[in-house]
């Protein structure tokens, strides 16, 4: 019960301090800066291997923390990226975190689990369809 509380309070300290700092101009160069650097990264050849297997830069690093599921991965990946990420880009940062999403259609299997949790919501981002957190400020394009 105390866990839910302090859980609880956590939170809502994280989204006061996030609509705190969305209103400063430092921050949105630095969400800016994030997304063109996970732009750079998505676009770089591969430089790492894993079991012999060339793999996107993007998994080159492993993330510190590991999910125990899909919704948690996807937790991780947009905490860390600090703006709403398209399906696509989740298809390759949720992986970092120890979880990739399975089955014949991967991407349409991720999109279903995350409309099905309500801890996250589907958004217009940048002129896409984006995922963000259901109880949390969109940040400013």
């Not at 676009?43 to 060339?54: L, Y």
């Not at 993007?58 to 948690?72: E, N, R, V, Y």
């Amino acid at each position: 019960m105390a866990e839910d509380t302090i859980e609880s309070a956590m939170k809502h300290e994280a989204d006061s301090l996030e609509k705190l700092l969305a209103q400063r101009p430092e921050y949105l160069r630095l969400q800016i800066l994030r997304k063109a650097l996970r732009e750079l990264e998505a676009v770089k050849p591969a430089t790492a291997s894993k079991n012999g297997v060339e793999q996107p830069a993007l998994f080159a690093t492993t993330a510190t923390k590991t999910a125990t599921s899909i919704g948690q991965a996807t937790e991780f990946a947009l905490n860390d990226a600090g703006i709403p990420l398209t399906t696509r880009e989740l298809m390759t940062a949720i992986p970092r975190y120890g979880k990739a999403p399975q089955g014949k259609n991967p991407a349409t299997n991720l999109s279903n689990n995350l409309s099905s949790d309500e801890r996250f919501k589907s958004i217009e981002w940048q002129g896409n369809k984006a995922w963000w957190f259901s109880g949390r400020d969109v940040p400013r394009e």
